[in-house]
């Protein structure tokens, strides 16, 4: 999830929760609607949450003007003016706030970053101008659509990305917020975006973790129906109960328990928080696929069962308090190289997808039954969509073959996306290398565990960032294990742990290694492709 996010509340914020209007010119009417005839001057049209409201604003037919402190040159989200914002020649001021701007606005939004000492809010202030918030516009512009959210630890980027491809194939045109490089699934983002210009809304809703930051995002998104792929420990701080952790979806099914829930019922933890919640219209997608790998998880119940696991964390089940995995309502069986079979309650299909792994057909049945029992596409009609899909950039993305090795990259960055990816690519290649640029989300705990899950899965592992050579410093020796020099450059951006020069280090001592494919894990992998594509050319 990325944090790379300008001009927004940080999480557990009550910025929303303020006064909805301040003394100055008349605010909105009591029917609580937007009048149309004023003019909205929006703050910080570089950031996202300006871009946004500017967007939603102009789609609903208000006169907007903007600012912004940047010159129109360094503007981050540039790209995005011309064709979301330009299109409806509003005036746009750069590189500051005239006084013209404050005097030809009706009411002003200014960014929930935006401090209320500063002196641009004081301007604002005794200029006389009524002063709106995002939850003004929120609360007054309700989405126009059928909105969809979906959530999960691990594949919700793949469903979203799948469903709405499956939408444009059925002439249906989801919203989209247009940011380049950014996932856009925490704050206001996806409540915005579900207001903009389309014909459906498909929203990736993602938490920090934090009780209740999950609640905010799918009340203001105002969805009707939700999919949850699954609840893994994967972003579960080290003094985190996992059960009170995974509770905090349990806001996102209590939001939808008498709308529409499609869930993985393969998941024993998922499953029991749904039963425990007495869902009224729930959905349920699985795999039935013979396992032999074993695995714990807790139940609802508080005891740690045992499951012959499909992919990590899901599979079959049954728990001493009666929960057990049931037959899901969209079922992939008949599963091979090529594809499988679907089975629903609207008949079955086989599928021969392109994007690989057990994970995706995860992907593929949360997206599939979103597609027919929300937005009532038939079923029949799905097929050409889902062989089509391509996959998400960065996902398990093919790059380029080097002296008959394939090199892949792949953005996972937990535990069980690890896990998830590195089983895949072993059915496919005999021997594979993993170059780790990893910095885990959970600190040194989550280092140790990504790093404990390569060791076991692949044949030789490159420790590239700092973060991921401390967890292999602790398996020394090991033959497995090839250790790079700048890897002991201490780096850590958020959930980047390394730097372009570690990743290419890293890659072409993998690409020394005797393996048919090298993989390279993490979101510097995805970073730095056009980095790792000059690879090709090189002579080791």
């Known amino acids: 999830m990325s944090k790379d996010v300008e001009n927004m509340s940080e999480p557990g914020s009550n910025m929303e929760n303020e006064t909805s209007s301040r003394t100055g010119k008349e605010s909105s009417d009591d029917e609580g609607q937007l009048p149309q005839d004023g003019t909205y001057g929006v703050v910080g049209v570089c950031g996202v949450v300006g871009n946004l409201i500017a967007r939603v604003l102009m789609d609903h037919g208000f006169k907007v003007t903007c600012t912004d402190m940047k010159p129109e040159?360094?503007?981050?989200?540039?790209?995005t003016l011309e064709p979301y914002i330009k299109k409806y020649?509003?005036?746009?001021?750069?590189?500051?706030h005239p006084e013209s701007f404050l005097t030809e606005s009706d009411y002003i939004l200014p960014p929930p970053s935006l401090s209320k000492t500063s002196k641009l809010f004081?301007?604002?202030?005794?200029?006389?101008t009524n002063i709106l918030e995002v939850g003004d516009v929120l609360r007054w512009v309700k989405p126009d659509k059928p909105v969809i959210c979906i959530t999960g630890t691990n594949g919700k980027t793949t469903t979203t990305t799948l469903l709405k491809h499956i939408c444009r194939s059925a002439g249906l045109e989801p919203t989209e917020h247009g940011f380049r490089d950014l996932q856009g699934n925490i704050d206001y983002i996806p409540a915005l975006q579900g207001r903009l210009n389309g014909d459906v809304a498909v929203l990736e809703t993602g938490t920090f973790g934090v009780p209740e930051d999950l609640k905010r995002v799918i009340e203001r998104s105002e969805p009707s129906c939700g999919i949850i792929t699954n609840i893994t420990p994967d972003h579960l701080d080290k003094d985190q109960d996992f059960l009170s952790y995974a509770n905090i979806k349990g806001d996102f099914i209590e939001y939808l328990k008498n709308k529409q829930l499609i869930v993985n019922s393969d998941d024993p933890t998922l499953w029991g928080l749904i039963k425990s919640k007495n869902c009224f219209n729930v959905v349920s997608f699985g795999m039935d696929s013979q396992s032999t790998v074993k695995g714990?998880?807790?139940?609802?119940?508080?005891?740690?069962i045992s499951l012959d696991e499909t992919i990590s964390g899901v599979g079959y089940y049954e728990c001493e308090c009666g929960l057990k995995r049931s037959e899901p309502d969209y079922l992939a069986t008949d599963i091979n190289e090529s594809g499988f079979t679907?089975?629903?309650?609207h008949g079955s299909m086989k599928l021969n997808p392109k994007i690989m792994g057990l994970h995706n057909i995860y992907n593929i049945?949360?997206?599939?039954?979103?597609?027919?029992?929300f937005f009532k596409i038939p079923l029949e009609d799905l097929k050409e969509a889902v062989e089509s899909f391509e996959g998400v950039p960065g996902r398990l993305e093919h790059m380029f073959t080097f002296n008959e090795k394939d090199v892949?990259?792949?953005y996972g960055h937990n535990p069980a996306g690890v896990e998830t990816v590195l089983r895949e690519l072993k059915k496919v290649y005999n021997k594979l290398t993993a170059v780790v640029t990893i910095s885990s989300e959970s600190g040194a705990s989550g280092d140790e565990e990504i790093f404990r899950k390569v060791l076991e899965l692949a044949d030789f592992v490159v420790p590239a960032s700092s973060s991921s050579r401390t967890a292999a410093e602790k398996h020394l020796p090991n033959d497995k294990i090839v250790m790079t020099s700048r890897s002991l450059e201490k780096f850590r951006e958020g959930t980047l742990g390394a730097t372009q020069d570690q990743v290419i280090e890293g890659l072409k001592r993998g690409l020394k290694c005797d393996a048919c494919a090298v993989v390279c894990l993490g979101e510097a992998a995805f970073k730095y492709k056009e980095s790792i594509m000059s690879l090709k050319t090189i002579e080791l």
Not at 296 to 304: I, Y
């Open 365 to 373: 049945l949360g997206a599939v039954a979103g597609a027919v029992e």
């Open 408 to 410: 892949i990259v792949d």
């Open 122 to 128: 004081k301007r604002i202030e005794e200029s006389g």
């Open 89 to 96: 020649s509003p005036t746009i001021y750069f590189s500051g």
């Open 73 to 79: 040159a360094e503007c981050k989200f540039g790209y």
């Open 342 to 345: 679907l089975k629903t309650p």
């Open 296 to 304: 714990m998880k807790k139940c609802w119940c508080g005891r740690e």
